[in-house]
């Protein structure tokens, strides 16, 4: 391992659980119980690799602003941020589910401007003028289940992993707007300044991820 020091933003919630194998295998593993701790910031086996967990929407700030070096992100979140601001050299292959818009189940297509619910306003405006849909965006940042049922929206655009929320809420899931799986993305100073370490890390998780496929 050489030797800059590097800092690793985690996705907390249901990525951290896939991301922590993934780590372990590659070789870095955090010197606490992640799950058990109220630390933001943990050591690792690795005396110059430190980990944050933190919410997966703030990974890309982090990153691309560069208090972290390296990130764990969903696609979702990257997309909803744009990708511009950092490199994304590694599809993870976790936490995979789909961005989908959802209705009410069996509800005919309607007519005229559609109010649509969700919290990926940028890529569900992108996505429906892509298809020359006009809508209306109503930015809501949870429970989006519930706003047609309570006319709020017509319709939602939300992740959908196994359908159950969908299902409990009356909902039924329509147009696939892309899948999703969780990335590593890497500030674009440190991947020249701390260039040979990341590289390491990258093909450590690599050969990994590709493990864990085989
Ligand atoms: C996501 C999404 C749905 C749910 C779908 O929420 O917003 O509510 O998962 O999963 P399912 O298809 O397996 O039912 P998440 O739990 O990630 O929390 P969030 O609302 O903070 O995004």
Known sequence: MSTSNL??????????EET???FAAAGIVP???IAKSRKLLFDTNLEQVK???IRGSDVPTYVEFGSADLGVAGKDVILEYGSE?????????????????????RRKPLQGRLRVATKFTHTAKRYFAEQGKQ??????????????????????VDIVDTGKTLEANGLE?????????????????????KNRAIREIVAKLRAAVEAAAA
């Open 7 to 16: 800092v690793i933003a985690l996705t907390k919630g249901r990525i951290l």
């Open 20 to 22: 922590l194998p993934l």
């Open 31 to 33: 010197a606490d119980d």
């Open 51 to 53: 980990l944050m967990v």
């Open 85 to 105: 601001g950092f490199y994304e050299p590694l599809d993870l292959q976790i936490a995979k589910c789909r961005l989908m818009t959802a209705e009410p189940k």
């Open 135 to 156: 809508i209306e965006l109503i930015k809501l940042n949870g429970a989006l289940e519930l706003a047609p049922s309570l006319g709020l929206a017509d319709s939602i």
């Open 173 to 193: 899931p329509r147009e696939l707007i892309t899948t999703i799986s969780s990335r590593i993305i890497v500030n674009k100073a440190s991947m020249k300044i």
